[in-house]
Protein backbone atom coordinates (compact mmCIF):
# COMPACT_ATOMS: atom_id res chain seq x y z
CA UNK A 1 0.00 0.00 0.00
CA UNK A 2 1.26 3.20 -0.90
CA UNK A 3 2.08 5.12 2.65
CA UNK A 4 1.41 8.79 1.12
CA UNK A 5 -2.24 8.22 0.35
CA UNK A 6 -3.96 8.97 3.48
CA UNK A 7 -5.80 5.97 5.39
CA UNK A 8 -8.87 8.14 5.78
CA UNK A 9 -9.79 10.92 3.53
CA UNK A 10 -12.60 13.44 3.58
CA UNK A 11 -13.79 15.66 1.46
CA UNK A 12 -16.67 18.35 1.13
CA UNK A 13 -18.31 16.93 4.50
CA UNK A 14 -20.84 18.37 5.98
CA UNK A 15 -24.21 16.84 7.73
CA UNK A 16 -26.97 18.95 9.17
CA UNK A 17 -29.53 18.03 11.33
CA UNK A 18 -33.20 18.73 11.63
CA UNK A 19 -35.70 19.72 9.06
CA UNK A 20 -35.82 22.75 6.98
CA UNK A 21 -36.97 25.93 9.02
CA UNK A 22 -34.54 24.95 12.13
CA UNK A 23 -31.37 23.26 10.30
CA UNK A 24 -28.43 22.91 12.90
CA UNK A 25 -25.23 22.64 10.58
CA UNK A 26 -23.18 20.25 13.04
CA UNK A 27 -20.05 19.83 9.80
CA UNK A 28 -19.53 23.06 7.64
CA UNK A 29 -17.48 21.17 5.19
CA UNK A 30 -14.40 19.50 6.06
CA UNK A 31 -10.88 18.52 4.47
CA UNK A 32 -9.20 16.36 6.24
CA UNK A 33 -6.75 13.82 5.69
CA UNK A 34 -5.17 11.17 8.46
CA UNK A 35 -2.29 9.21 7.50
CA UNK A 36 -1.29 5.21 8.44
CA UNK A 37 0.32 4.67 11.80
CA UNK A 38 -0.48 8.18 12.86
CA UNK A 39 -2.04 9.18 16.24
CA UNK A 40 -4.46 12.08 15.05
CA UNK A 41 -6.35 14.38 17.78
CA UNK A 42 -9.04 16.39 17.41
CA UNK A 43 -9.72 19.15 19.72
CA UNK A 44 -13.02 21.21 20.29
CA UNK A 45 -15.75 22.30 22.83
CA UNK A 46 -19.05 20.42 23.16
CA UNK A 47 -21.11 21.05 19.96
CA UNK A 48 -18.12 21.49 17.79
CA UNK A 49 -19.19 18.28 15.71
CA UNK A 50 -16.06 16.09 16.66
CA UNK A 51 -18.31 13.22 17.47
CA UNK A 52 -20.13 14.56 14.50
CA UNK A 53 -17.10 13.67 12.44
CA UNK A 54 -15.81 10.21 13.58
CA UNK A 55 -19.35 8.88 13.61
CA UNK A 56 -18.86 9.33 10.04
CA UNK A 57 -15.73 8.06 9.90
CA UNK A 58 -16.64 5.16 11.54
CA UNK A 59 -19.69 4.62 9.02
CA UNK A 60 -21.96 4.94 11.65
CA UNK A 61 -23.64 7.90 10.25
CA UNK A 62 -24.23 9.08 6.61
CA UNK A 63 -23.04 13.07 5.30
CA UNK A 64 -25.52 15.10 4.52
CA UNK A 65 -23.24 15.80 1.31
CA UNK A 66 -19.18 15.20 0.91
CA UNK A 67 -17.49 11.73 0.42
CA UNK A 68 -15.62 9.55 3.02
CA UNK A 69 -13.15 7.25 2.24
CA UNK A 70 -11.05 4.43 3.80
CA UNK A 71 -8.35 3.19 2.21
CA UNK A 72 -9.58 5.12 -1.17
CA UNK A 73 -13.04 2.94 -0.27
CA UNK A 74 -16.19 4.76 0.17
CA UNK A 75 -17.43 4.54 3.40
CA UNK A 76 -20.29 7.56 3.55
CA UNK A 77 -23.76 6.24 1.87
CA UNK A 78 -22.78 2.62 1.54
CA UNK A 79 -25.07 0.15 3.14
CA UNK A 80 -23.99 -1.42 6.53
CA UNK A 81 -23.50 -4.89 4.45
CA UNK A 82 -21.15 -4.05 2.50
CA UNK A 83 -19.06 -1.95 5.28
CA UNK A 84 -16.64 -5.50 5.82
CA UNK A 85 -13.53 -3.87 4.86
CA UNK A 86 -14.34 -1.12 7.23
CA UNK A 87 -15.70 -2.91 10.04
CA UNK A 88 -12.75 -5.36 9.76
CA UNK A 89 -10.39 -2.49 10.05
CA UNK A 90 -11.87 -0.07 12.24
CA UNK A 91 -12.54 -0.62 15.98
CA UNK A 92 -14.04 2.20 18.35
CA UNK A 93 -13.58 3.24 21.92
CA UNK A 94 -16.74 4.77 23.63
CA UNK A 95 -17.10 7.65 26.53
CA UNK A 96 -19.15 5.78 28.88
CA UNK A 97 -17.75 2.64 29.45
CA UNK A 98 -20.93 2.00 31.64
CA UNK A 99 -23.42 2.25 28.67
CA UNK A 100 -21.38 1.32 26.67
CA UNK A 101 -20.78 -2.57 27.97
CA UNK A 102 -24.03 -4.45 28.02
CA UNK A 103 -24.42 -5.53 31.53
CA UNK A 104 -25.79 -8.51 31.59
CA UNK A 105 -23.12 -9.95 29.45
CA UNK A 106 -20.38 -11.37 31.16
CA UNK A 107 -16.65 -9.80 30.31
CA UNK A 108 -15.88 -12.65 28.66
CA UNK A 109 -18.53 -12.47 26.04
CA UNK A 110 -18.37 -8.51 25.79
CA UNK A 111 -14.58 -9.01 24.72
CA UNK A 112 -15.40 -12.02 22.30
CA UNK A 113 -18.30 -10.18 20.32
CA UNK A 114 -16.26 -8.87 17.57
CA UNK A 115 -14.75 -12.30 17.26
CA UNK A 116 -17.57 -13.95 16.28
CA UNK A 117 -17.92 -12.31 12.90
CA UNK A 118 -14.52 -13.16 12.18
CA UNK A 119 -14.68 -16.52 13.20
CA UNK A 120 -12.06 -16.29 15.60
CA UNK A 121 -10.63 -20.61 16.30
CA UNK A 122 -9.74 -19.88 19.58
CA UNK A 123 -11.63 -16.78 21.06
CA UNK A 124 -10.76 -18.04 24.55
CA UNK A 125 -7.20 -17.83 24.74
CA UNK A 126 -7.85 -14.61 23.00
CA UNK A 127 -9.80 -12.94 25.29
CA UNK A 128 -6.87 -13.94 28.36
CA UNK A 129 -4.42 -12.32 26.04
CA UNK A 130 -6.32 -9.19 25.67
CA UNK A 131 -7.45 -9.43 29.43
CA UNK A 132 -3.55 -9.35 29.56
CA UNK A 133 -2.90 -7.10 27.69
CA UNK A 134 -5.00 -3.88 28.83
CA UNK A 135 -3.86 -4.96 32.27
CA UNK A 136 -6.78 -7.00 33.85
CA UNK A 137 -6.84 -10.37 36.21
CA UNK A 138 -8.16 -13.45 34.13
CA UNK A 139 -10.67 -13.61 37.00
CA UNK A 140 -12.57 -10.44 35.27
CA UNK A 141 -13.33 -12.51 32.61
CA UNK A 142 -16.26 -14.15 34.26
CA UNK A 143 -17.63 -11.24 35.98
CA UNK A 144 -20.15 -8.69 35.10
CA UNK A 145 -19.61 -4.98 33.96
CA UNK A 146 -21.17 -3.49 37.14
CA UNK A 147 -18.24 -4.99 39.31
CA UNK A 148 -15.52 -3.14 37.71
CA UNK A 149 -14.50 0.68 38.72
CA UNK A 150 -14.80 3.35 35.72
CA UNK A 151 -11.04 2.81 35.13
CA UNK A 152 -11.65 -1.13 34.97
CA UNK A 153 -14.35 -0.67 32.06
CA UNK A 154 -12.62 1.53 30.03
CA UNK A 155 -9.59 -1.29 30.07
CA UNK A 156 -12.40 -3.74 28.96
CA UNK A 157 -13.34 -1.39 26.50
CA UNK A 158 -10.20 -1.19 25.03
CA UNK A 159 -9.28 -4.93 25.26
CA UNK A 160 -12.82 -5.46 23.43
CA UNK A 161 -11.53 -3.13 20.53
CA UNK A 162 -8.17 -4.46 19.72
CA UNK A 163 -10.33 -8.11 19.70
CA UNK A 164 -10.17 -8.38 15.94
CA UNK A 165 -6.85 -6.93 15.06
CA UNK A 166 -7.78 -3.50 13.83
CA UNK A 167 -5.75 -1.32 11.83
CA UNK A 168 -7.48 2.18 12.92
CA UNK A 169 -8.79 2.40 16.69
CA UNK A 170 -11.23 5.89 16.86
CA UNK A 171 -11.55 7.09 20.51
CA UNK A 172 -14.15 9.02 21.64
CA UNK A 173 -13.70 11.23 24.55
CA UNK A 174 -12.45 7.83 26.50
CA UNK A 175 -11.27 9.32 29.56
CA UNK A 176 -13.56 12.26 29.89
CA UNK A 177 -15.95 10.18 31.97
CA UNK A 178 -12.92 8.88 34.38
CA UNK A 179 -11.79 10.53 37.53
CA UNK A 180 -8.49 12.09 37.24
CA UNK A 181 -6.68 9.76 39.12
CA UNK A 182 -7.28 7.28 36.59
CA UNK A 183 -6.89 9.22 33.51
CA UNK A 184 -3.37 8.87 33.14
CA UNK A 185 -2.98 5.14 33.61
CA UNK A 186 -5.74 4.77 30.72
CA UNK A 187 -3.85 7.57 28.76
CA UNK A 188 -0.65 5.50 28.96
CA UNK A 189 -2.62 1.94 28.49
CA UNK A 190 -3.63 2.97 24.87
CA UNK A 191 -0.08 4.84 24.23
CA UNK A 192 1.56 1.36 25.02
CA UNK A 193 -0.96 -0.35 22.83
CA UNK A 194 -0.95 1.63 20.06
CA UNK A 195 2.86 1.34 19.98
CA UNK A 196 2.72 -2.20 20.34
CA UNK A 197 -0.55 -3.16 18.12
CA UNK A 198 0.72 -0.47 15.22
CA UNK A 199 -2.66 0.81 15.26
CA UNK A 200 -3.76 4.38 13.56
CA UNK A 201 -5.32 6.29 16.76
CA UNK A 202 -7.95 8.71 16.05
CA UNK A 203 -8.46 10.47 19.46
CA UNK A 204 -11.36 12.68 20.19
CA UNK A 205 -11.08 14.81 23.50
CA UNK A 206 -12.09 18.27 24.60
CA UNK A 207 -9.09 18.60 26.54
CA UNK A 208 -6.15 19.97 24.79
CA UNK A 209 -3.60 18.65 27.34
CA UNK A 210 -4.89 15.00 26.84
CA UNK A 211 -4.36 15.27 23.06
CA UNK A 212 -1.19 17.24 23.40
CA UNK A 213 0.51 13.79 25.36
CA UNK A 214 -1.18 11.61 22.64
CA UNK A 215 -1.05 12.91 19.67
CA UNK A 216 1.03 13.85 17.16
CA UNK A 217 -1.53 15.73 14.61
CA UNK A 218 -4.38 17.79 15.55
CA UNK A 219 -7.12 19.00 13.99
CA UNK A 220 -9.01 22.01 16.03
CA UNK A 221 -12.79 22.22 15.27
CA UNK A 222 -15.41 25.16 16.18
CA UNK A 223 -18.81 25.15 15.89
CA UNK A 224 -18.55 23.09 12.64
CA UNK A 225 -15.75 24.05 10.86
CA UNK A 226 -12.32 23.17 11.37
CA UNK A 227 -10.10 26.16 12.17
CA UNK A 228 -7.01 24.33 12.11
CA UNK A 229 -4.91 21.64 11.24
CA UNK A 230 -1.06 21.21 11.83
CA UNK A 231 1.92 19.11 14.44
CA UNK A 232 0.55 19.34 17.83
CA UNK A 233 3.55 20.75 19.41
CA UNK A 234 3.66 23.52 16.62
CA UNK A 235 -0.79 24.36 17.33
CA UNK A 236 0.77 24.48 21.12
CA UNK A 237 3.49 26.80 20.94
CA UNK A 238 2.24 29.11 18.24
CA UNK A 239 -0.63 28.49 16.66
CA UNK A 240 -2.29 31.92 14.93
CA UNK A 241 -5.83 31.20 15.38
CA UNK A 242 -7.79 33.30 18.47
CA UNK A 243 -9.56 30.14 19.09
CA UNK A 244 -7.03 27.98 19.41
CA UNK A 245 -4.99 30.03 21.91
CA UNK A 246 -7.98 30.19 23.78
CA UNK A 247 -8.42 26.63 24.40
CA UNK A 248 -5.20 26.80 25.35
CA UNK A 249 -5.49 29.17 27.52
CA UNK A 250 -8.41 27.79 29.29
CA UNK A 251 -6.24 24.42 30.61
CA UNK A 252 -6.14 24.98 34.17
CA UNK A 253 -2.35 25.38 35.12
CA UNK A 254 -0.63 26.03 37.96
CA UNK A 255 0.76 29.83 36.77
CA UNK A 256 -2.23 30.89 36.02
CA UNK A 257 -4.01 29.81 39.53
CA UNK A 258 -1.15 31.41 41.31
CA UNK A 259 -1.55 34.56 39.01
CA UNK A 260 -5.15 34.18 40.94
CA UNK A 261 -7.49 33.21 37.74
CA UNK A 262 -10.45 31.95 38.81
CA UNK A 263 -12.69 29.98 36.20
CA UNK A 264 -14.60 32.74 35.72
CA UNK A 265 -12.08 34.56 33.71
CA UNK A 266 -11.11 31.85 32.39
CA UNK A 267 -14.69 31.55 31.06
CA UNK A 268 -14.29 34.80 29.77
CA UNK A 269 -11.73 34.32 27.99
CA UNK A 270 -13.00 31.92 25.98
CA UNK A 271 -15.64 34.03 25.21
CA UNK A 272 -14.19 37.12 23.80
CA UNK A 273 -11.94 35.52 20.81
CA UNK A 274 -15.24 33.88 20.10
CA UNK A 275 -17.31 36.84 19.74
CA UNK A 276 -14.68 38.56 17.60
CA UNK A 277 -14.67 35.68 14.71
CA UNK A 278 -18.35 35.08 15.05
CA UNK B 1 -26.95 9.89 32.67
CA UNK B 2 -25.27 6.86 33.34
CA UNK B 3 -24.50 8.19 36.98
CA UNK B 4 -27.75 6.42 37.64
CA UNK B 5 -26.69 3.52 36.98
CA UNK B 6 -23.82 3.17 39.61
CA UNK B 7 -26.51 3.48 43.24
CA UNK B 8 -28.88 1.27 41.59
CA UNK B 9 -26.30 -1.51 40.68
CA UNK B 10 -24.89 -1.20 44.59
CA UNK B 11 -28.05 -0.89 46.10
CA UNK B 12 -29.67 -3.57 44.43
CA UNK B 13 -28.20 -6.27 46.78
CA UNK B 14 -28.63 -4.75 50.20
CA UNK B 15 -32.64 -3.46 49.44
CA UNK B 16 -34.72 -5.31 51.33
CA UNK B 17 -36.85 -7.73 49.92
CA UNK B 18 -40.62 -5.46 49.54
CA UNK B 19 -43.55 -6.68 51.74
CA UNK B 20 -45.96 -7.32 48.65
CA UNK B 21 -42.86 -9.78 46.81
CA UNK B 22 -43.01 -11.91 50.13
CA UNK B 23 -46.67 -12.05 50.42
CA UNK B 24 -47.57 -12.31 46.52
CA UNK B 25 -44.70 -15.48 46.50
CA UNK B 26 -46.27 -17.26 49.59
CA UNK B 27 -50.20 -16.45 48.42
CA UNK B 28 -49.09 -18.06 44.63
CA UNK B 29 -47.18 -20.90 46.45
CA UNK B 30 -50.07 -21.66 47.97
CA UNK B 31 -52.08 -21.78 45.06
CA UNK B 32 -49.38 -23.80 43.13
CA UNK B 33 -49.52 -26.26 45.78
CA UNK B 34 -52.89 -26.66 45.73
CA UNK B 35 -52.76 -27.68 42.72
CA UNK B 36 -49.98 -29.76 42.62
CA UNK B 37 -51.78 -31.50 45.63
CA UNK B 38 -54.67 -32.16 43.39
CA UNK B 39 -52.85 -34.56 41.64
CA UNK B 40 -51.87 -37.16 44.05
CA UNK B 41 -54.47 -36.72 46.35
CA UNK B 42 -58.19 -35.22 46.86
CA UNK B 43 -60.74 -36.38 49.30
CA UNK B 44 -63.05 -37.27 46.85
CA UNK B 45 -63.19 -37.42 42.98
CA UNK B 46 -65.01 -33.65 42.42
CA UNK B 47 -66.65 -34.63 38.98
CA UNK B 48 -68.55 -37.57 40.39
CA UNK B 49 -72.26 -36.48 41.31
CA UNK B 50 -73.39 -38.33 44.77
CA UNK B 51 -76.70 -38.01 46.65
CA UNK B 52 -75.09 -36.25 49.43
CA UNK B 53 -76.18 -32.60 48.05
CA UNK B 54 -75.68 -29.59 49.71
CA UNK B 55 -73.56 -31.00 52.61
CA UNK B 56 -71.96 -28.74 55.62
CA UNK B 57 -68.47 -28.28 56.07
CA UNK B 58 -67.14 -31.72 58.46
CA UNK B 59 -64.65 -33.90 58.76
CA UNK B 60 -65.57 -35.84 55.82
CA UNK B 61 -66.69 -32.50 53.20
CA UNK B 62 -64.67 -29.96 54.67
CA UNK B 63 -66.14 -27.63 53.05
CA UNK B 64 -69.05 -29.29 52.81
CA UNK B 65 -71.05 -30.55 49.04
CA UNK B 66 -72.35 -28.28 46.20
CA UNK B 67 -75.85 -29.29 44.35
CA UNK B 68 -74.88 -31.85 42.50
CA UNK B 69 -73.16 -33.54 45.89
CA UNK B 70 -69.86 -33.05 44.91
CA UNK B 71 -67.04 -32.04 47.26
CA UNK B 72 -66.56 -28.14 47.21
CA UNK B 73 -62.83 -28.46 48.58
CA UNK B 74 -61.76 -31.17 45.72
CA UNK B 75 -63.28 -28.95 43.52
CA UNK B 76 -61.38 -26.14 44.87
CA UNK B 77 -58.06 -28.01 44.80
CA UNK B 78 -58.32 -29.16 41.02
CA UNK B 79 -59.99 -25.53 40.30
CA UNK B 80 -56.56 -24.24 40.95
CA UNK B 81 -54.88 -26.93 38.82
CA UNK B 82 -57.24 -25.17 35.78
CA UNK B 83 -56.55 -21.56 36.82
CA UNK B 84 -52.94 -22.08 36.39
CA UNK B 85 -52.53 -23.97 33.45
CA UNK B 86 -54.81 -21.37 31.48
CA UNK B 87 -52.93 -18.66 32.89
CA UNK B 88 -49.49 -20.38 31.83
CA UNK B 89 -50.82 -20.64 28.29
CA UNK B 90 -52.48 -17.83 27.87
CA UNK B 91 -49.82 -15.44 29.09
CA UNK B 92 -47.18 -17.15 27.62
CA UNK B 93 -48.79 -17.29 24.28
CA UNK B 94 -49.21 -13.66 24.62
CA UNK B 95 -45.89 -13.20 25.53
CA UNK B 96 -44.72 -15.15 22.53
CA UNK B 97 -46.78 -12.73 19.95
CA UNK B 98 -46.57 -9.73 21.64
CA UNK B 99 -42.59 -9.85 22.71
CA UNK B 100 -40.94 -10.66 19.09
CA UNK B 101 -43.84 -8.09 17.23
CA UNK B 102 -42.33 -5.50 20.07
CA UNK B 103 -38.91 -6.02 18.91
CA UNK B 104 -39.56 -6.11 15.76
CA UNK B 105 -41.14 -3.29 15.33
CA UNK B 106 -38.16 -1.07 17.37
CA UNK B 107 -35.21 -2.87 15.86
CA UNK B 108 -36.75 -3.13 12.32
CA UNK B 109 -37.41 -0.31 9.50
CA UNK B 110 -39.64 2.48 10.79
CA UNK B 111 -42.51 2.03 8.24
CA UNK B 112 -42.72 -1.89 9.61
CA UNK B 113 -43.15 -0.31 13.01
CA UNK B 114 -45.58 1.87 12.54
CA UNK B 115 -47.38 -0.97 10.85
CA UNK B 116 -46.91 -3.59 13.44
CA UNK B 117 -48.06 -0.84 16.46
CA UNK B 118 -51.18 -0.14 14.67
CA UNK B 119 -52.15 -3.40 14.04
CA UNK B 120 -51.66 -3.79 18.08
CA UNK B 121 -53.77 -1.26 18.15
CA UNK B 122 -56.43 -2.82 16.64
CA UNK B 123 -56.04 -6.12 18.79
CA UNK B 124 -56.53 -3.65 21.82
CA UNK B 125 -59.98 -2.39 20.41
CA UNK B 126 -61.35 -6.18 21.13
CA UNK B 127 -61.93 -6.55 24.73
CA UNK B 128 -60.62 -10.39 25.81
CA UNK B 129 -64.39 -11.27 26.74
CA UNK B 130 -65.54 -10.64 22.87
CA UNK B 131 -62.64 -12.35 21.52
CA UNK B 132 -63.57 -15.27 23.61
CA UNK B 133 -66.96 -15.58 22.27
CA UNK B 134 -66.00 -15.28 18.89
CA UNK B 135 -63.89 -17.89 19.19
CA UNK B 136 -66.04 -19.85 21.24
CA UNK B 137 -68.59 -19.52 18.11
CA UNK B 138 -66.19 -20.29 15.71
CA UNK B 139 -64.23 -23.31 17.42
CA UNK B 140 -66.72 -24.32 20.03
CA UNK B 141 -66.53 -23.71 23.56
CA UNK B 142 -63.08 -24.95 25.25
CA UNK B 143 -60.39 -24.66 27.57
CA UNK B 144 -58.33 -23.67 24.40
CA UNK B 145 -60.23 -21.52 22.80
CA UNK B 146 -60.57 -19.43 25.78
CA UNK B 147 -56.67 -19.02 26.04
CA UNK B 148 -56.26 -18.35 23.03
CA UNK B 149 -58.60 -15.20 23.90
CA UNK B 150 -56.83 -14.27 26.61
CA UNK B 151 -53.75 -14.66 25.39
CA UNK B 152 -54.40 -12.90 22.07
CA UNK B 153 -56.02 -10.04 24.68
CA UNK B 154 -52.81 -9.70 26.50
CA UNK B 155 -51.04 -9.68 23.67
CA UNK B 156 -50.62 -5.39 22.96
CA UNK B 157 -49.26 -5.09 26.58
CA UNK B 158 -46.27 -7.27 25.86
CA UNK B 159 -46.06 -5.71 22.56
CA UNK B 160 -45.49 -2.13 23.84
CA UNK B 161 -43.70 -2.72 26.45
CA UNK B 162 -41.08 -5.16 24.64
CA UNK B 163 -40.82 -2.19 21.85
CA UNK B 164 -40.24 0.62 24.45
CA UNK B 165 -37.68 -1.46 26.26
CA UNK B 166 -35.70 -2.16 22.65
CA UNK B 167 -35.92 0.95 21.56
CA UNK B 168 -34.49 2.15 24.93
CA UNK B 169 -31.56 -0.94 24.70
CA UNK B 170 -30.69 -0.20 20.87
CA UNK B 171 -29.98 3.75 21.72
CA UNK B 172 -27.57 2.40 23.93
CA UNK B 173 -23.56 2.41 23.05
CA UNK B 174 -23.04 -1.08 23.28
CA UNK B 175 -25.43 -1.85 20.95
CA UNK B 176 -23.29 0.28 18.89
CA UNK B 177 -20.01 -0.93 19.84
CA UNK B 178 -22.38 -4.98 18.96
CA UNK B 179 -22.51 -3.12 15.18
CA UNK B 180 -18.83 -2.16 14.62
CA UNK B 181 -18.24 -5.54 16.08
CA UNK B 182 -20.52 -6.66 12.74
CA UNK B 183 -23.17 -8.60 14.93
CA UNK B 184 -26.65 -9.10 12.77
CA UNK B 185 -29.95 -7.69 13.70
CA UNK B 186 -30.95 -10.99 14.75
CA UNK B 187 -28.04 -11.80 17.36
CA UNK B 188 -28.42 -8.09 18.53
CA UNK B 189 -31.68 -8.79 19.76
CA UNK B 190 -30.95 -11.86 21.21
CA UNK B 191 -28.03 -11.16 22.68
CA UNK B 192 -28.40 -7.41 23.81
CA UNK B 193 -32.28 -6.74 23.71
CA UNK B 194 -33.80 -9.64 25.30
CA UNK B 195 -31.71 -10.29 28.10
CA UNK B 196 -31.92 -6.68 29.48
CA UNK B 197 -35.42 -5.86 29.07
CA UNK B 198 -36.56 -9.80 30.41
CA UNK B 199 -36.97 -8.02 33.71
CA UNK B 200 -39.93 -5.80 33.01
CA UNK B 201 -41.47 -8.90 30.74
CA UNK B 202 -41.03 -11.16 34.14
CA UNK B 203 -43.05 -8.55 35.94
CA UNK B 204 -45.47 -7.49 33.34
CA UNK B 205 -46.39 -11.67 32.97
CA UNK B 206 -46.92 -11.36 36.70
CA UNK B 207 -49.52 -9.12 36.52
CA UNK B 208 -50.65 -10.16 33.45
CA UNK B 209 -51.03 -13.28 35.07
CA UNK B 210 -53.65 -12.34 37.65
CA UNK B 211 -55.56 -10.71 34.91
CA UNK B 212 -55.85 -13.88 32.73
CA UNK B 213 -57.11 -15.67 35.96
CA UNK B 214 -60.00 -13.02 36.45
CA UNK B 215 -60.65 -13.52 32.78
CA UNK B 216 -60.57 -17.11 32.69
CA UNK B 217 -62.84 -16.89 35.57
CA UNK B 218 -65.09 -14.22 34.55
CA UNK B 219 -65.45 -16.30 30.74
CA UNK B 220 -66.39 -20.00 32.57
CA UNK B 221 -68.45 -17.77 34.82
CA UNK B 222 -70.73 -17.08 31.32
CA UNK B 223 -69.92 -20.21 29.84
CA UNK B 224 -66.91 -19.45 27.56
CA UNK B 225 -64.58 -21.41 29.31
CA UNK B 226 -63.32 -24.94 30.12
CA UNK B 227 -66.57 -26.90 29.56
CA UNK B 228 -67.82 -29.06 32.48
CA UNK B 229 -67.06 -31.52 34.12
CA UNK B 230 -63.81 -30.48 34.86
CA UNK B 231 -64.05 -27.81 38.07
CA UNK B 232 -63.62 -24.26 37.58
CA UNK B 233 -63.33 -21.74 40.19
CA UNK B 234 -65.38 -19.29 38.05
CA UNK B 235 -68.25 -22.12 37.14
CA UNK B 236 -68.17 -22.88 40.58
CA UNK B 237 -69.48 -19.65 41.14
CA UNK B 238 -71.90 -19.67 38.50
CA UNK B 239 -73.54 -23.19 39.31
CA UNK B 240 -73.70 -21.76 42.94
CA UNK B 241 -75.57 -18.35 41.89
CA UNK B 242 -78.82 -19.89 41.82
CA UNK B 243 -78.83 -21.08 45.28
CA UNK B 244 -77.20 -18.02 46.18
CA UNK B 245 -79.10 -17.02 49.34
CA UNK B 246 -80.02 -20.22 51.09
CA UNK B 247 -76.34 -21.64 50.59
CA UNK B 248 -74.29 -18.32 50.68
CA UNK B 249 -70.95 -20.31 51.42
CA UNK B 250 -71.18 -21.96 48.03
CA UNK B 251 -70.51 -19.19 46.21
CA UNK B 252 -67.92 -17.60 49.04
CA UNK B 253 -65.49 -20.44 48.80
CA UNK B 254 -64.51 -19.58 44.64
CA UNK B 255 -64.84 -16.16 45.22
CA UNK B 256 -62.26 -15.86 47.94
CA UNK B 257 -60.03 -18.24 45.38
CA UNK B 258 -60.19 -16.20 42.74
CA UNK B 259 -59.51 -12.89 44.62
CA UNK B 260 -56.68 -14.22 46.31
CA UNK B 261 -55.08 -16.46 43.78
CA UNK B 262 -55.60 -12.43 41.85
CA UNK B 263 -54.11 -10.78 44.11
CA UNK B 264 -51.12 -13.00 44.96
CA UNK B 265 -50.20 -12.25 41.27
CA UNK B 266 -50.73 -8.72 41.57
CA UNK B 267 -48.56 -8.38 44.50
CA UNK B 268 -46.07 -10.69 43.13
CA UNK B 269 -45.66 -8.27 39.81
CA UNK B 270 -45.91 -5.35 42.06
CA UNK B 271 -43.08 -6.99 44.14
CA UNK B 272 -41.19 -8.24 40.75
CA UNK B 273 -41.18 -4.65 40.08
CA UNK B 274 -40.17 -2.49 42.87
CA UNK B 275 -37.21 -5.37 43.56
CA UNK B 276 -36.39 -6.13 39.98
CA UNK B 277 -37.33 -3.74 37.39
CA UNK B 278 -34.48 -1.70 35.58
CA UNK B 279 -35.72 1.44 35.46
CA UNK B 280 -35.66 2.24 32.00
CA UNK B 281 -33.73 5.24 31.85
CA UNK B 282 -31.39 3.78 33.50
CA UNK B 283 -29.98 1.06 30.66
CA UNK B 284 -28.68 4.54 28.50
Redesign the interface.
Known amino acids: MNADEPMIAIRGVTRDYGRTGRVVHALKGIDLDIYHGERFGIVGESGSGKSTLIRLIAGLDTPTSGVVKFEGKRVSGVPERKLDFLRSQLQYVFQDPMSSLDPRMRIRSIIAEPLIAEHHPDPESRVMELLQAVGLPASAADRFPHQFSGGQRQRISIARALAPNPSLLIADEPVSALDVSVRAQILNLLNELVDAFALTLVFVSHDLSVVRYLCERVAVMYRGDLIEVGETDHIYSDSAQPYTRSLIEAVPRLDNALAGVTARELAARMEAPQQASA | ?2 VL ?2 PR ?1 STRHRRSIPASLIAGAVIVGLVIIAALVSFIWTPFDPTITTTDRLLSPSGEHFLGTDALGRDVFSQLLVGARTTLYVGIISVGFAAIIGVPLGILSAAGPRWLGELIMRFIDLLLAFPALLLAIIFGAAFGTSTFSAMMAIGIATAPAFARLARSGALQVLS ?3 V ?8 GEL ?1 IAV ?2 VL ?2 ILGMLIVQASVCYGVAVLAESGLSFLGFGTPPPTPTWGRMLQEAQAIMFTNPMLVVWPAVCIVVAVLGFNLLGDGLRDRFDPKMED ?2
Open positions: MTMKMTEYLAARIARRDRHPNNR
